[in-house]
């Protein structure tokens, strides 16, 4: 007589990592009708996907990609206290200009001893060296060789 063979099944496996949080992505993308939109958007017209692939797709399209990637690069090198003063800086320069821009409708030029005065102004030079060495650090680099971003260009 032949005996029964015993056979256990295994336990399911745990679950991918990966595969769980591809799942909650489509959940979420799902709940928040981003997937509806899109599928609705592509069922659309087949043109309009086309023309949107075939903007993507041109030279000018992924210049603009490669610049904005070098924008967020260059604003991650600077620390947010930096960028902070340097608005605040920005700012207050802009309405000093638009302030002095009024007032120098209303007066004359300094004339020959005005300039002279001026060109003793402890606190106009101090003010001005700082701007002066940064835009000879400008010049400086717009003389420099060109040098392509870390993505290459498909020009």
Request: with cysteine.
């Amino acid at each position: 007589m032949a005996t029964g063979i015993h056979y256990e099944v295994p336990a399911p496996a745990a679950p991918d990592e990966a595969r769980q949080e591809l799942d909650r992505l489509l959940n979420n993308l799902h709940k928040h009708g981003v997937l509806r939109i899109a599928n609705d958007f592509l069922e659309a017209s087949t043109d309009v996907s086309r023309i949107v692939l075939a903007g993507a797709n041109q030279p000018q399209s992924r210049n603009v990609m490669q610049n904005v990637s070098l924008l967020v690069m260059a604003l991650g090198k600077v620390p947010p206290e930096r960028l902070a003063v340097l608005s605040r800086a920005v700012t207050e320069g802009l309405e000093r200009m638009e302030t002095a821009a009024d007032e120098r409708q209303r007066s004359r030029a300094p004339g020959l001893t005005g300039t002279y005065k001026l060109l003793h102004d402890e606190a106009l030079w101090s003010g001005l060296s700082p701007l002066l060495e940064g835009l000879r650090g400008f010049a400086q680099c717009l003389h420099e060789k060109e040098e392509k971003p870390a993505a290459k260009r498909h020009d």
